[in-house]
């Protein structure tokens, strides 16, 4: 039963506080609506501005990706499905597992690491390492061509490869240099000839060759150490030696005879002694040579006996020469001889000189000592060499060289041939 106070308070009270909540809700009302008032001007204001409704557009994009998305996966589900490919098989740059450990390496996922199927070769990007027995390759000597994995070389060392070929082509260049030698003959054509190792090479520096024509001087240490002769026979008539002194002449070489080359008789140069006497008293070094055609030993001894006795009387202090040569334009009694006979021929002639006492001189240009002889045989004997040039080009020892066959000099009216001499063979 109630209390008559107690009904008062809640009819009083009671009706206040519902009220409130009326307020409330009122309010909740009204600012939900404001709110939704708000988003629908918003998207109207889009939808007028970009011509279309946003909404739509929302829709219509959705719809697309989805569709998309249907169409992708069943492609791939269907490519998947007919051909029964792994994910492995997908990777077009063919990379491994690399968080599996085979055969005791190891290597961390996306580290970079390349495994070339081909070769085996290991690549790893940056300082990575791979520990294993396989190559450890940076991405840096890759990227200079340091690996086989791209076969990529360094250019570099492709030049210095070129320039080690180059060298090593140059030094075979030389050394087949050093041990042949090209001589041309008298009919134009050339020929490669093998030189010995057994004959001594001569090692003069034709630097210090010094020509103020017609006199041809050789220096040492900014000396004349050679000496300048001319050669001397009836072709050039009367000869003023004591000019031929003042031209700078040290010594001549003077022709005593001859063997004909057709007729193989021994003759006399008509003006030997002329030349002998005349030339001691002008003070000049005394050299003599002979014209030989001798077809065997026993004329070759010949021909020196008969030269010896021609100069006994005179001071021959420079070359006994042997000289043997063919005839141009005509046939030599000589040219029936082989390489063998015509060493045999001069090796007769200057023993028998040296035999005397004198100093035996084989005379010659390279093609006659090099195709002509075997200068092995001879290699006991100096050589004067003859060869018109600036520089002689002959490899082995040589004690004279006849740098100029038609020249001019005071003292002889014609043409005379000049030669100098690398010793002093006065001395």
């Not at 004279?400 to 003292?411: E, H, I, K, L, P």
Request: net charge negative; with cysteine.
């Amino acid at each position: 039963m109630k209390l008559q106070n107690d009904g008062y308070y809640e009819e009083e009270h009671g009706s206040g506080s519902n009220m409130i909540y009326v307020y409330m809700v009122l309010i909740m009302s009204v600012v939900i609506l404001g709110v939704t008032a708000i988003v629908f001007w918003v998207n109207s204001s889009k939808s007028r501005n970009d011509g279309s409704g946003y909404a739509a557009a929302v829709a219509q994009r959705d719809a697309q990706t989805a569709q998309s998305a249907n169409t992708d996966s069943g492609s791939a589900a269907t490519v998947i499905s007919d051909n029964k490919l792994t994910s492995d098989d997908l990777d077009i740059w063919t990379l491994p597992d690399t968080g599996r450990t085979t055969g005791g390496s190891k290597s961390n996922k996306n580290n970079g690491t390349v495994k070339n199927l081909t070769t085996g070769e290991t690549v790893i990007e940056g300082s990575s390492e791979e520990e294993s027995g396989d190559k450890t390759i940076t991405a840096d000597e890759l990227a200079k061509g340091k690996t086989s994995v791209y076969d990529m070389p360094d250019k570099e060392n492709i030049k210095d490869e070129e320039d080690t070929q180059e060298n090593d082509k140059k030094e075979e260049k030389d050394k087949e240099e050093e041990s042949r030698i090209q001589v041309k003959r008298s009919d134009g054509t050339k020929e490669w000839v093998d030189l010995s190792q057994d004959i001594e090479r001569n090692d003069y520096d034709y630097a210090n060759l010094k020509y103020q024509k017609p006199v041809m001087n050789y220096f040492e240490e900014g000396k004349i150490v050679s000496k300048c002769g001319a050669d001397i026979s009836a072709n050039q008539g009367d000869v003023d030696f004591s000019k031929l002194k003042k031209a700078g002449c040290d010594f001549v070489m003077i022709k005593i005879g001859a063997r004909g080359y057709s007729s193989g008789n021994i003759v006399f140069d008509e003006k030997y002694k002329d030349n002998l006497k005349a030339a001691k008293k002008a003070g000049l070094d005394i050299g003599v040579y002979f014209c030989s055609q001798a077809v065997n030993k026993s004329e070759a001894r010949e021909e020196a006996d008969e030269l010896l006795d021609a100069i006994a009387d005179y001071d021959v202090k420079y070359p006994v020469a042997f000289v043997m040569e063919t005839v141009e334009g005509d046939m030599a009694r000589i040219e029936a001889l082989n390489m063998e006979d015509r060493t045999s021929v001069a090796k007769a002639f200057l023993d028998r000189v040296y035999d005397e006492g004198y100093t035996p001189m084989l005379y010659g240009d390279k093609e006659w000592l090099l195709t002509m002889l075997d200068m092995e045989r001879l290699s006991d004997y100096d050589v004067w060499y003859a060869q018109d040039s600036k520089e002689p080009d002959y490899p082995y020892e040589f004690g004279m060289w006849q740098y100029d066959s038609n020249t001019s000099v005071n003292g002889v009216s014609g043409k005379v041939a000049m030669s100098m001499s690398f010793t002093d063979y006065s001395k």
